[in-house]
């Protein structure tokens, strides 16, 4: 008898309005493989958890009692789970479990692969810019903050091009909105790092994972559609944790210089 794999899907929900419905009504149409999906609350105070009641009893809910953060809260859902490969989706992803079972399948092919994304693209069909990325250096922020890498000698964070080949490509990063890790890979990196309240958690993981020489793969075949930025969320809080996750990414991966200019730019704004 064959049995079917399984994967666990965790999504972090914070006033996700209905989008958070159409992600989970997504992930259950379609065979392919058997998902356990848990959506990890960070104290909504909209409609979005309308439709819970609803659900099938193999989704489970964890309500915080308040915004622990998008890394503490993937944490906690990943330690829900015991299947071999974990699925973080943001709730304003959308995704099927076919689609899911073909990212399942490519990443189990390779032994030293750790993570793989897929194409995403914005609510109007056009590509989103985050979906192959580079690694973060000083230099490459400047560049894409300047706008100057719109011209190919001067590299910046992400990678301008159509995102479409025949074969999987191994990449430095890939658009966070929604990957598949495998399990034990993560588990031995302790998994996101939790000083990362939003944003850089996932460049993190990247850059730590290939720090002990396991690849991310990417497959442009997987085409998926992400609102970005559909939480309600407080700018002034958003920018000061994009920041907050900028300097602790550069002071762990970087040259100490990247780090202090980076913090006296920063500083100056």
Not at 9 to 29: K, R
Not at 151 to 174: L, P, R, Y
Not at 230 to 250: E, F, M, N, P, V
Request: net charge neutral.
């Amino acid at each position: 008898m064959t049995i079917e794999p399984e994967l666990d899907v965790v999504i972090v929900n914070y006033n996700s309005g209905q989008a958070l419905e159409q992600c989970v009504n997504q992930l259950v149409l379609g065979s392919g493989i058997d998902i356990h999906v848990s959506i990890v609350d960070n104290n909504s105070f909209d409609n979005s958890l309308s439709f819970v009641e609803d659900l099938d009893s193999s989704i489970k809910l964890i309500k915080n009692q308040s915004n622990t953060g998008f890394s503490i809260a993937c944490n906690q859902g990943a330690k829900i789970g015991g299947a071999d490969q974990i699925a973080f989706i943001n709730p304003d992803c959308f995704i099927s479990r076919v689609q899911l079972a073909q990212l399942y399948t490519q990443l189990a092919q390779y032994d030293s692969a750790a993570l793989i994304g897929c194409k995403v693209l914005n609510e109007d069909g056009s590509l989103q810019a985050a979906t192959r990325r580079r690694l973060p250096t000083f230099w490459r922020i400047i560049w894409h903050l300047s706008g100057l890498s719109k011209w190919s000698f001067f590299k910046g964070v992400n990678i301008n091009d159509s995102g479409t080949f025949d074969d999987i490509q191994t990449v430095e990063a890939v658009n966070g909105s929604c990957v598949l890790v495998k399990r034990q890979f993560f588990e031995q990196l302790g998994g996101f790092d939790e000083a990362y309240p939003l944003h850089f958690e996932d460049l993190d993981l990247f850059a730590r994972l290939q720090t002990e020489q396991y690849s991310i793969l990417y497959d442009a075949s997987v085409v998926v559609k992400h609102l970005k930025g559909h939480s309600t969320q407080d700018c002034k809080k958003i920018k000061a944790w994009k920041r907050q996750g900028l300097l602790r990414y550069l002071s762990k991966h970087r040259p100490r210089w990247e780090y202090l200019m980076a913090k006296f730019l920063l500083a100056l704004k």
